[in-house]
Antibody
Framework: QITLKESGPTLVKPTQTLTLTCTFSGFSLSTSGVGVGWIRQPPGKALEWLALIYWDDDKRYSPSLKSRLTITKDTSKNQVVLTMTNMDPVDTATYYC?????????????WGQGTMVTVSS | QTVVTQEPSLTVSPGGTVTLTCASSTGAVTSGYYPNWFQQKPGQAPRALIYSTSNKHSWTPARFSGSLLGGKAALTLSGVQPEDEAEYYCLLYYGGARVFGGGTKLTVL
């Protein structure tokens, strides 16, 4: 059974850097074809894709946020970390991580429960 | 900036059929955009329904189907149930990037 869980601060100040961790079980990020992505959702708004990292350390970023994002993986800990620099109140959102697999055309098939992050001074 | 457009809201009667669509600002949506569909209920994480245009996940009810329709990706619900009331999001692939649509709020009334 695949599960993912996001963790990190619930409150960050403007201009600070946000670090979120996705801890997963039921799969390995060293398995060919596997990936983990990050998606966010501001309150009452639509989903927004942020980043994706693959088993081979290939990384993809949202073009509009690329300069602020870094995604990394720690295969031994079954974790993926997303950092976002220069946080702003508009970055207030629920942040989700999700599993993907080439077998399902890279679909985000299993999602974590999400973690709410508020940006405020 | 690429924009993916969905109907903001739709209403359907229980037992009825409804089609949600997903359009791309870059032109016609083809299978090469690998359309995905997700369902989200209030306070819950999104749940994957459809991947690569028309493929269902093992948990996707049979009444949900995906297709391409008139240059758009489409999600059709046949025999709508009250529990299908939710927000629905499409996702398109643009090379290595992904873009979600703005979502369709489906009301079952």
């Amino acid at each position: 059974q695949i599960t993912l869980k996001e963790s990190g601060p619930t409150l960050v100040k403007p201009t600070q850097t946000l670090t979120l961790t996705c801890t997963f079980s039921g799969f390995s990020l060293s398995t060919s074809g596997v990936g983990v992505g990050w998606i966010r959702q501001p309150p009452g708004k639509a989903l927004e894709w942020l980043a994706l990292i693959y088993w081979d350390d290939d990384k993809r970023y949202s073009p509009s946020l690329k300069s602020r994002l870094t995604i990394t993986k720690d295969t031994s800990k079954n974790q993926v970390v997303l950092t976002m620099t220069n946080m702003d109140p508009v970055d207030t959102a629920t942040y989700y991580c999700a599993h993907s697999d080439y077998a399902y055309y890279d679909a985000f098939d299993i999602w974590g429960q999400g973690t709410m992050v508020t940006v405020s001074s | 900036q690429t924009v993916v457009t969905q109907e903001p809201s739709l209403t359907v009667s229980p037992g009825g059929t409804v089609t949600l669509t997903c359009a791309s600002s870059t032109g016609a949506v083809t299978s090469g955009y690998y359309p995905n569909w997700f369902q989200q209920k209030p306070g819950q994480a999104p749940r994957a329904l459809i991947y690569s245009t028309s493929n269902k996940h093992s948990w996707t009810p049979a009444r949900f189907s995906g297709s391409l329709l008139g240059g758009k990706a489409a999600l059709t619900l046949s025999g709508v149930q009250p529990e299908d009331e939710a927000e629905y999001y499409c996702l398109l692939y643009y090379g290595g990037a992904r873009v979600f649509g703005g979502g369709t709020k489906l009301t079952v009334l």
